[in-house]
């Protein structure tokens, strides 16, 4: 966890591993930057899903754009009604309004780079990790 809080004036620089780390079962997402330090702009977080697993279940948002950038492994994504195989360095966006979610379907673990536009999905964060902690 970082040891103090930054804002949007500030420069943000994060060593591999850092940031707000939650813990979502077989997920892992660490946060990098937040609407606190975006001015609400974009939230920016890493999601590490382990070997074989699912993620969070299709969803989506009435007014918020995601990115995805592959960072390690191959991740499953889904969206509307076709899956999409994102690996290392693939760039993926979804607009607001559309179905999605994400998955692990490879025997090893995979790791995307998340752009939420505008920010504010971290105040999720905290239902979230209790959601996966009360349904393992």
């Known amino acids: 966890?970082?040891?103090?809080?930054?804002?949007?004036?500030?420069?943000?620089?994060?060593?591999?591993?850092?940031?707000?780390?939650?813990?979502?079962?077989?997920?892992?997402a660490i946060f990098k930057a937040d609407e606190n330090e975006t001015a609400e702009k974009y939230s920016i977080s890493e999601?590490?899903?382990?070997?074989?697993?699912?993620?969070?279940?299709?969803?989506?948002?009435?007014?918020?754009d995601e990115v995805f950038y592959g960072i390690e492994g191959t991740t499953s994504i889904l969206v509307g009604d076709n899956w999409i195989d994102v690996g290392k360095g693939d760039f993926l966006r979804i607009p607001a309004k559309t179905i999605h979610d994400f998955a692990n379907r490879t025997d090893r673990k995979s790791g995307i780079l998340n752009f939420f536009i505008p920010g504010g999905f971290e105040r999720n964060m905290p239902s979230i990790v209790k959601w996966f902690e009360e349904n393992k």
């Open 1 to 28: 966890m970082m040891k103090h809080k930054h804002n949007e004036t500030d420069k943000l620089h994060l060593k591999s591993g850092e940031g707000r780390i939650y813990s979502c079962g077989t997920m892992t």
């Open 47 to 64: 999601w590490w899903l382990d070997p074989n697993s699912g993620g969070p279940g299709p969803h989506q948002y009435e007014d918020n």
